[in-house]
């Protein structure tokens, strides 16, 4: 079973963890992330035209990818935040990494 990082021990000690003898942190969220003092943000989410990612390091590697594990967008930060457009790809859920850290996901609308 996966469970939002930081529950796995509340899931554990509850009636789940009866039903279920592996209780796994899951990394993807659509939230803020934080590795150490790193605090990225990913906004707007849901977006429709573009989407930045905010609180990187200058030269971190950030990628964006489609459903079957494509890569559709790769770029290094050149600065503390980074715009992408997303304006071409097809509407849907989408990774975004920045290289580092764990995976955002990020739906895109039309």
Do not use: H
């Not at 990628?63 to 559709?72: A, E, Q, S």
């Not at 050149?78 to 290289?99: F, H, K, M, Q």
């Amino acid at each position: 079973m996966t469970v939002p990082c930081g529950s796995e021990q509340s899931y554990r000690s509850s009636d789940w963890g009866t039903y279920f003898t592996t209780i796994l942190c899951n990394e993807v969220g659509i939230g803020d992330v934080e590795c150490g003092s790193t605090r990225v943000r990913l906004y707007p989410n849901p977006a429709r035209s573009s989407v930045t990612v905010a609180g990187l390091e200058p030269g971190r590697r950030v990628t964006l990818v489609d459903i079957y594990g494509r890569t559709v967008v790769d770029f290094r930060a050149a600065a503390t935040e980074l715009t992408i457009d997303v304006s071409a790809l097809n509407p849907g859920t989408y990774l975004v990494r920045a290289e580092g850290l764990p995976a955002r996901k990020l739906l895109v609308t039309r």
